[in-house]
Nanobody, 113 residues
Framework: QVQFVESGGGLVQPGESLRLSCAAS????????MAWFRQRPGRQRNWVAK?????TTDYAAPLKDRFKISRDNGHIYLQIENIQPDDTATYYC?????????WGRGTQVTVSS
């Protein structure tokens, strides 16, 4: 099983920026790409951004203007700009496509003034 460890979450105010990080091996990235998911309170977990070994990125349509996924030095990053209260969620990273054998603990992002 591939284990992922997410970090970078915390309590932020609306309008601020935040960068989340996840370590991912080169082999996993080449084979599967990588993705960020989030689970907002009371809702199911959904993907928000994906990055593929070609460098192509995909975003959930409502988020593409404020979310940016990138990869550097064995880490996958999710930059969130102009963060909003509705972005409050636990954020997870995982492969770009399933099946998903396991999930990390995620990193909690809370947006509040």
């Amino acid at each position: 099983q591939v284990q992922f460890v997410e970090s970078g979450g915390g309590l932020v105010q609306p309008g601020e920026s935040l960068r989340l990080s996840c370590a991912a091996s080169d082999d996993t990235f080449r084979q599967y790409g990588m993705a960020w998911f989030r689970q907002r309170p009371g809702r199911q977990r959904n993907w928000v951004a994906k990055i593929w070994s070609t460098g192509t990125t995909d975003y959930a349509a409502p988020l593409k203007d404020r979310f940016k996924i990138s990869r550097d030095n064995g880490h996958i990053y999710l930059q969130i700009e102009n963060i909003q209260p509705d972005d409050t969620a636990t954020y997870y990273c995982n492969k770009g496509f399933g099946p998903y054998d396991s999930w990390g603990r995620g990193t909690q992002v809370t947006v509040s003034s």
